[in-house]
Each structure stands twice: as structure tokens, then as C-alpha cells.
């Protein structure tokens, strides 16, 4: 039988599939906790560079919580905690570096990782200010919110149940679509010669055909974080780095992107 010179081969339509998203592959239940334990795993490996890259993270976060507590209101801070969970992908992207050097065979070091960073400072300042103009958005969402907020000293506890819950609902819907988009396109960023809009579609994509593995994934970062605001940030200097460790490992369990190149530097022979 003559094919259509006109159709395309089963080659041809791959291809032309391949150049707006990376194929995924279908997770068990048990990978987010899998991926913890790589988490730590790379931690306990690199302690130097995961730690003082947590306790940098833990120290801007003390003083953005104090200067929204001394210029704002409980509802500031509320919003910038949001803010946190919503840039925190952009800002881990050292950490993937950290795993990806010790995946080489490497000895991790910080600077090798600001290296990295200029590198790719293009698609990063790309997806950054994607991240932006989510957090300005969300940002007038929250204080749109605040009109819920009691303004008695003293307020009913129904009508502070009522303010957080419409504003984690408000803000949950800010975290589906910025998890989604950062799950997996900044370590593929950092890895592969990948467009910033490439990367983030390969990643909604793998979020939505492993919804019930991801919405896990999302709960245990969420706690992780929760715990980090609790202890006051101290455990964000283990907490940060270990997730930021369990994301590279992440994407790589998750994301088939070998058709794209190697980025310069993430070869074992490099």
C-alpha cells in the first residue's frame, strides 16, 4: 500500500509531539515518599552545600516575616507566607544543581551552582516573572480577601474560620496552577536546551496523567512547609533542601526527556 505523500510518518508526528512536551511516565503511589528518601539521602551526602543554602532560605525568610510584621498586618504575612510556597521553585533551583552534581559523580559545590544559574538566566528570569505575575495576582486576591478579616479585638471564632477558609481557597487555586508549572520544568530546564514554555507544558502535563501521586506530592510539601513556618523557619534549613534534593529526583523519575540535548556542564564526561 502507498502512503500519502502528504501524510506524515508515524516518525514525522513524534517528532512534531516531542517539540511542545516531554513524555511522562505513569507513577506508583509510593514515589513521593521515594523521592523524600533520595531527598535525604542527597543531604546527608552534601550537607555543606544543602545546608547553607537552607539556612540562607531561612534567614530571608525571618526577615520578610519581620519587616510584613512591622509595616502590615497578620493578613500581610499570611499572604507572603503564600508567596513563599509560590516563588519557592525558582528559589530551590541550586538545589537541583547540588543533586544533579552528585547523580555525575561530582563533589557539590555553591559556586559550580551560581554557575549553573547564570547559565540558564534566561529561561529562569522567563519563568520567574511568570511566577510574578501569579504572586502580584494572588497578591490582590489576598487583599481583596482581607475585607473578611474580623477587625474586633476580640473576634468570633466562626468569623476567622471563615476568613481562612475563603482564603485557603483563594489561595489553593494559586498553588494547583504554580505547582503544576513548576513541578518538573525547572530541573529540565537546568538539564536539557529546553524553552521556558516547553518545560512548563511538559510538566502540567505530567501533573494531570498522575493526578492521585501528585496531589500527594503537593500535600507532603505543604506539610513540610507548614512545619518549616511552625518551628519559626528553623526547619526550613533541613526541610528546604530536602525537597528541593526530592524534586531533582522528581523529575527524573517522571520525565522522559531524552530527545532534547544535554545542556553544557550536566555530562559526566564534562
Not at 494559586?174 to 508549572?181: E, L, M, N, Q
Not at 512545619?227 to 534534593?245: E, I, K, Q, R, S
Request: hydrophobic residues 55%; proline residues 5%.
Amino acid at each position: 500500500m502507498v502512503r500519502n505523500a502528504q501524510e506524515p510518518s508515524a516518525a514525522d508526528r513524534s517528532a512534531e509531539t516531542m517539540a511542545f512536551v516531554a513524555p511522562c511516565r505513569t507513577l506508583d503511589r509510593r514515589a513521593p515518599l521515594r523521592w523524600l528518601r533520595l531527598g535525604w539521602n542527597d543531604l546527608q551526602r552534601a550537607p555543606g552545600p544543602s545546608l547553607s543554602y537552607g539556612t540562607v532560605m531561612a534567614a530571608v525568610s525571618w526577615a520578610v516575616s519581620l519587616l510584613a510584621w512591622k509595616l502590615g498586618t497578620l493578613a500581610m504575612l499570611l499572604a507572603l507566607a503564600s508567596g513563599f510556597i509560590l516563588l519557592g521553585p525558582i528559589l530551590a533551583i541550586g538545589l537541583y544543581s547540588v543533586s544533579a552534581q552528585l547523580a555525575m559523580g561530582r563533589r557539590p559545590y555553591l559556586g559550580y551552582c551560581l554557575v549553573e544559574g547564570k547559565r540558564h538566566l534566561g529561561n529562569e528570569m522567563i519563568f520567574g516573572f511568570m511566577l510574578l505575575i501569579v504572586f502580584l495576582v494572588w497578591a490582590r486576591a489576598a487583599s481583596m480577601v482581607h475585607v473578611f478579616f474580623p477587625m474586633e479585638a476580640h473576634p468570633p471564632w466562626r468569623d476567622l474560620v471563615t476568613f481562612l477558609t475563603i482564603g485557603s481557597a483563594v489561595g489553593a487555586v494559586f498553588c494547583a496552577i504554580v505547582f503544576s508549572a513548576s513541578a518538573f520544568s525547572l530541573p529540565m530546564i537546568m538539564e536539557r536546551r529546553v524553552d521556558t514554555v516547553t518545560a512548563v507544558v511538559t510538566s502540567v502535563n505530567a501533573v494531570l496523567r498522575n493526578k492521585g501521586v501528585m496531589l500527594l506530592w503537593a500535600a507532603l510539601i505543604g506539610a513540610a512547609v507548614a512545619v518549616g513556618f511552625a518551628t519559626l523557619f528553623v526547619g526550613l534549613v533541613v526541610l528546604l533542601p530536602v525537597l528541593g534534593h526530592a524534586t531533582w529526583h522528581a523529575y527524573r523519575e517522571t520525565i522522559d526527556a531524552a530527545a532534547w540535548p544535554v545542556n553544557e556542564g550536566q555530562s559526566p564526561a564534562a
